[in-house]
């Protein structure tokens, strides 16, 4: 080794950015970091023996009763967050140094956390922005319902480490409580954490989770409570912290603890000699290169270097020594051939002669923050080249409703390119009707509504177009409006159909309702949809207790409806589009039955047929009656035939009887002969008439 373990020790500590002290079982300074130090422009040891408390009032901590008292007498870790004057927030953690149960020293930690801060609220703020960093997060994060501060309710959200580490599918975590995952033992914490929160709105603690296998491992939760969709919400991010924990306990039981404490970190650690030969790595730096201990120790750290990490090395020798401690990026090969971008903090080493020996370095992964980056940078390119491609007009507006972005298509919409529009007043385009509706839709903009709102718009050439608006609020993070984005579409042509199809519709159901005869349209179920005025004068029923009914249920007789389903079934099998003509009965709302006539046809392009009854029961009387008539007039006929038979043959006999007997009364009798048979003419005349007649009537009922 380059240097001894107290050494190195010391030079472990004093290159690490938090400010770190040791206090003894009083509260009293015993030894602080070079961080630690700095803070304060004083000599080397010129705190040592001063209290905690002392150092609080340099740094301008007001923290009230001294944290590693607080320790002291519960003898658990003490943390609080503090705010200093120049806006700066720390987090001091003491953690007490416990031998035969008794507190002999104290370890203290402040770090500046103002970065990290801003970094929570930035997240509050826009959660779908950084859901793939929420989702990509080495630590499990929860979203709880805080509704009721007695207790957590369900989890929310949770992000996929924490599906990992839990062991639960995402969908299962979200029936569960912070309850169903935490250790029996540290049930009754939880009421007081709740009560904590609901007044500080921040806490960090720790305790025992268990996994779906049952294994429990101690944790390291930060909650937040905001409001989320005017919800009281809690966001907690929880670390498995089972290594650090086990670390820190043989930090406190064995000399070691400084190493301990190096090894736990999530930064790669490696000293390198004046020759850039690893002597040391922590064991992040190996899983980081993907190495064993024993394939990166002894090695160059240069082996590791990209070309263009050469380069930056081959700039930095250029340095002057005391310039070395600068930060500076690096990329790393790993043993699978991958790439690693690092965040290198160097410090240089120097033997009691004050001779460089080499370095010190801490190397912090940021492979995944710059490929979050470039994936926001792509992303932001990505939607822009939808926005510019899009087939509807895109428009940004400022608070006083001047435009500051449109893309192409919307400048093609009002036929101006971007130059003459930007900076010009939206209602500047508008019809003087829009001009008013869009005032106050600004109103309501401005309030927070996103409703979608027609309105028309003058192209250059002064036609005017039919626009639908999409638009949605913007406000800063105040919550002051800062003006809105929009999606125009333009409706113009699709309104003159829909005007079309309101007149050809108007003129179809004027044509329905003022047909000559009652009419019906049925669906595909045989459902009644529309019926006219003389369709309800014909059954008797209104509209309201026809329409929704089965036609042959509501109007057939019983012992037809049978059959007349069946016939509808096979006539929409058929699918035919000619119409059907077909005579059958209906019983109205008073019991009556008439004959009807339908003549039914499907309507193109639809499943609905259309069906015309005629009510042909009066005709049906009289063709009744016709027949009667006829039949009655073809037996007078025959009688009438049969009655002429009759009448000749006497007439045959007294003629002859003339002939032989009677002369004297011959003449006589021979005139009233000639007078019968001219009344016989005339029935033969009467007769042939009847035959055409009943031929006629015969013509007329087939």
Same mark, same amino acid.
């Given at each position: 080794m380059i240097v001894d373990s107290d050494k190195l020790a010391k030079l472990h500590l004093d290159i690490i950015?938090? =400010?770190?002290?040791?206090?003894?079982?009083?509260?009293?300074?015993?030894?602080?970091?070079?961080?630690?130090?700095?803070?304060?422009?004083?000599?080397?040891?010129?705190?040592?023996?001063?209290?905690?408390?002392? #150092?609080?009032?340099?740094?301008?901590?007001?923290?009230?009763?001294?944290?590693?008292?607080?320790?002291?007498?519960?003898?658990?870790?003490?943390?609080?967050?503090?705010?200093?004057?120049?806006?700066?927030? #720390?987090?001091?953690?003491?953690?007490?140094?416990?031998?035969?149960?008794?507190?002999?020293?104290?370890?203290?930690?402040?770090?500046?956390?103002?970065?990290?801060?801003?970094?929570?609220?930035?997240?509050?703020?826009?959660?779908?922005? #950084?859901?793939?960093?929420?989702?990509?997060?080495?630590?499990?994060?929860f979203l709880i319902d805080f509704s009721n501060p007695e207790r957590p309710s369900k989890f929310l959200d949770v992000n996929n480490i924490g599906c990992q580490i839990y062991g639960y599918s995402r969908?299962?975590?979200?029936?569960?409580?912070?309850?169903?995952?935490t250790v029996s033992d540290y049930h009754s914490e939880i009421p007081g954490i709740m009560k904590k929160l609901s007044i500080d709105e921040h806490i960090t603690f720790e305790m025992k989770h268990i996994n779906k296998n049952g294994r429990t491992f101690s944790v390291e939760i930060s909650s937040h409570v905001f409001v989320l969709d005017d919800e009281n919400v809690i966001l907690s991010i929880v670390r498995d912290i089972t290594n650090k924990k086990k670390a820190e306990e043989e930090l406190i039981k064995s000399e070691e603890k400084y190493r301990t404490l190096i090894e736990t970190m999530n930064e790669g650690l490696a000293i390198i000699d004046k020759n850039n030969v690893i002597n040391f790595t922590n064991l992040k730096l190996p899983?980081?290169?993907?190495?064993?201990?024993?394939?990166?120790?002894?090695?160059? $750290?240069?082996?590791? #270097?990209?070309?263009?990490? =050469?380069?930056?090395?081959?700039?930095?020798?250029?340095?002057?020594?005391?310039?070395?401690?600068?930060?500076?990026?690096?990329?790393?090969? %790993?043993?699978?051939?991958?790439?690693?971008?690092?965040?290198?903090?160097?410090?240089?080493?120097?033997?009691?002669?004050?001779?460089?020996?080499?370095?010190?370095?801490?190397?912090?992964? $940021?492979?995944?923050?710059?490929?979050?980056?470039?994936?926001?940078?792509?992303?932001?390119?990505?939607? %822009?080249?939808?926005?510019?491609?899009?087939?509807?007009?895109?428009?940004? $507006?400022?608070?006083?409703?001047?435009?500051?972005?449109?893309?192409?298509?919307?400048?093609?919409?009002?036929?101006?390119?971007?130059?003459?529009?930007?900076?010009?007043?939206?209602?500047?385009?508008?019809?003087?009707?829009?001009?008013?509706?869009?005032?106050?839709?600004?109103?309501? %903009?401005?309030?927070? =509504?996103?409703? %979608?709102?027609?309105?028309?718009?003058?192209?250059?050439?002064?036609?005017?177009?039919?626009?639908?608006?999409?638009p949605k609020p913007l406000f800063d993070d105040q919550g002051k409006y800062i003006g809105s984005f929009a999606v125009i579409t333009d409706i113009t042509e699709m309104k003159k159909v829909v005007q079309e199809h309101i007149k050809s519709g108007t003129l179809y159901r004027t044509i329905f309702e003022v047909a000559g005869t009652a009419n019906v349209i049925i669906d595909e179920n045989n459902l009644i949809k529309l019926v006219n005025s003389k369709m309800e004068k014909l059954t008797g029923y209104t509209k309201e207790e026809l329409?929704?009914?089965?036609?042959?249920?509501?109007?057939?007789?019983?012992?037809?409806?049978?059959?007349?389903? $069946?016939?509808?079934?096979?006539?929409?099998?058929?699918?035919?589009?000619?119409?059907?003509?077909?005579?059958?009965?209906?019983?109205?709302?008073?019991?009556?039955? =008439?004959?009807?006539?339908?003549y039914v046809s499907l309507i193109p392009e639809t499943k609905d047929t259309i069906t015309s009854l005629l009510d042909i029961t009066e005709l049906k009387k009289a063709e009744d009656i016709r027949r009667l008539a006829y039949n009655q007039i073809i037996n007078n006929i025959q009688e009438f035939a049969n009655l002429?038979?009759?009448?000749?043959?006497?007439?045959?006999?007294?003629?002859?009887?003339?002939?032989?007997?009677?002369?004297?009364?011959k003449d006589v009798i021979s005139t009233q002969i000639k007078k019968i048979e001219s009344i016989a003419e005339q029935i033969d005349l009467r007769w042939a008439e009847s035959e055409l007649f009943r031929n006629t009537l015969v013509e007329q009922l087939q």
């Open positions: 950015d938090e =400010h770190i002290i040791f206090l003894d079982s009083e509260c009293k300074i015993l030894h602080m970091n070079k961080a630690a130090k700095k803070q304060f422009k004083k000599a080397r040891e010129g705190l040592a023996g001063n209290s905690c408390e002392d #150092y609080c009032k340099f740094k301008g901590f007001n923290i009230g009763e001294c944290l590693a008292k607080k320790a002291k007498k519960t003898k658990k870790k003490q943390s609080v967050d503090i705010k200093i004057g120049d806006g700066s927030i #720390y987090q001091i953690v003491v953690y007490p140094i416990i031998e035969n149960k008794k507190v002999n020293e104290f370890i203290e930690i402040s770090r500046d956390i103002t970065e990290r801060k801003k970094a929570e609220e930035e997240l509050e703020k826009s959660e779908e922005k #950084y859901r793939n960093l929420f989702n990509n997060a080495n630590d499990a994060i969908e299962e975590i979200l029936q569960m409580t912070p309850k169903d995952i899983e980081m290169l993907g190495l064993s201990f024993e394939e990166l120790n002894g090695k160059k $750290i240069t082996d590791f #270097y990209t070309e263009e990490s =050469h380069q930056v090395l081959r700039e930095l020798t250029k340095r002057k020594r005391e310039e070395m401690s600068d930060k500076f990026e690096l990329s790393l090969r %790993r043993k699978d051939g991958s790439i690693i971008n690092v965040i290198v903090s160097p410090r240089p080493i120097y033997n009691d002669e004050d001779e460089f020996t080499g370095s010190l370095g801490v190397l912090t992964d $940021i492979t995944e923050m710059k490929s979050a980056q470039e994936a926001l940078e792509e992303s932001e390119k990505k939607y %822009r080249t939808i926005i510019e491609t899009m087939n509807d007009g895109f428009a940004i $507006i400022d608070a006083n409703n001047l435009f500051t972005f449109i893309n192409l298509k919307f400048q093609e919409i009002l036929g101006y390119d971007d130059d003459y529009l930007i900076g010009r007043l939206v209602s500047d385009f508008h019809t003087k009707e829009s001009r008013e509706i869009f005032n106050e839709q600004i109103k309501m %903009r401005r309030k927070g =509504h996103d409703e %979608r709102f027609e309105a028309s718009f003058i192209q250059k050439d002064g036609i005017v177009i039919d626009t639908l608006i999409s329409v929704g009914r089965m036609l042959e249920y509501q109007l057939a007789p019983e012992e037809i409806i049978e059959k007349l389903i $069946i016939y509808s079934i096979d006539r929409r099998k058929e699918q035919s589009q000619e119409h059907t003509v077909f005579e059958s009965k209906m019983l109205d709302k008073q019991g009556n039955v =008439h004959n009807i006539l339908s002429i038979d009759g009448l000749r043959n006497p007439l045959s006999v007294i003629q002859g009887t003339i002939d032989l007997e009677l002369d004297s009364w």
